[in-house]
Structure formats: structure tokens, C-alpha cells
């Protein structure tokens, strides 16, 4: 048995929608989630149990995948691993030269994820409209582009290369950030 976690569920997602989309990958054994309330900002999580030979196969399905409106964000739950287990393994970080302030900005970065073809968003026809999503951490952007696979993915590459650099501080200046209308 595995258990999956569910991440950014849709408030129209129902216990029926969740049990259909991963009892194709597996017998669904139990089922937790919550829902946001109609005025949040934070979309529904959840947990399933369920019997599978390949949580990895499920996640890699599944991870990003749109549904019901919103990106989801599934991985497997490692129930082996308790708390004390966690606390012994404690990363260490590398020494800083004196007068070298931590930045937790400097380890941002963002990377594509993943780019669909998409329906285009007013009229529905799929012609070369595709949504990409963006990464750091828990950070995501998702964005809708015209164009081939390639030229989107480009975009989205470029996208993420440009988060990157405005969130790295340059010192003795305010920072990269400029206006795009500044003449």
C-alpha cells in the first residue's frame, strides 16, 4: 500500500473526481482532503491510500497535470522516514566568508516544469496556444503562450532565466528590476 499526497485541488473537485482519476492507477483503499473554503486563497489538499506497485509511474502522471482548473501538485508520501529519523539528518551548510550576509533569495531558482498544449482561451480551438508553469520551492507561475513547443518552451525557459536574475541581489545597486513602459 501507498500513500499519495494531493496538492492545489479545484473547490469543484468532489471525493467522486479524486476516486475516478487514481483508481486508474491503482485500487483506491481511503481517501483525506479538504476543501478551501469559497473565499480562500489556498486551493484543497489531500491524501490517498491506495494499492499500486509504481507510485513513481502515479507521479510522474499526474504531477502537473491540469484538472478541474488547477496545476496539481501529487508525490508519493514516505511513511518509513518518522520525525526522529528526519532530525538526525540535518543538512549542513558551508561556511560563509566574514561579512558575507545569508540571502535566502541567492538559493532561489526557477525552472520550467512543464508546457501543455492547451485549448486557446477564449474561443477553445487548440492552434498553437500552449500553458507553461514555472518553479522554485513552493513558488509556481503559470502562463499561457502562442506558438510551437519549442518557441514556448524557449519563452518559459527565458521566463524562468529572467526570474532568476531579479531575484538575485546585485550589490551596490537597488536591483534588476525595471519597468517595462519606463521610456
Not at 484543497?44 to 496539481?72: N, Q, Y
Not at 551548510?93 to 526557477?110: E, K
Amino acid at each position: 500500500m501507498i500513500e499519495i499526497s494531493v496538492e492545489n485541488l479545484s473547490n469543484d473537485v468532489s471525493e467522486y473526481d479524486l476516486q475516478k482519476l487514481f483508481s486508474s492507477y491503482g485500487n483506491v483503499r481511503s481517501m483525506r482532503f479538504s476543501r478551501s473554503s469559497a473565499h480562500s486563497k489556498y486551493p484543497g489538499s489531500g491524501s490517498i491510500e491506495m494499492d499500486s506497485e509504481d507510485p513513481k509511474h502515479i507521479v510522474s502522471v499526474l504531477d502537473g497535470r491540469l484538472f478541474k482548473g488547477l496545476v496539481l501538485r501529487v508525490r508519493e508520501v514516505n511513511r518509513m522516514q518518522d520525525s526522529k529519523s528526519q532530525a538526525a539528518i540535518v543538512p549542513q551548510q558551508a561556511a560563509r566568508p566574514a561579512g558575507v550576509a545569508s540571502d535566502d533569495r541567492l538559493r532561489t531558482n526557477y525552472s520550467v516544469e512543464s508546457v501543455e498544449k492547451v485549448p486557446h482561451p477564449q474561443s477553445g480551438a487548440t492552434a498553437d496556444w500552449y500553458r507553461y508553469t514555472i518553479v522554485s520551492g513552493k513558488s509556481r507561475v503559470t502562463g499561457l503562450h502562442r506558438g510551437t513547443l519549442k518557441e514556448v518552451t524557449d519563452y518559459a525557459e527565458d521566463c524562468a532565466q529572467g526570474f532568476n536574475l531579479r531575484s538575485s541581489p546585485v550589490r551596490g545597486s537597488a536591483g534588476t528590476w525595471s519597468s517595462r513602459n519606463k521610456k
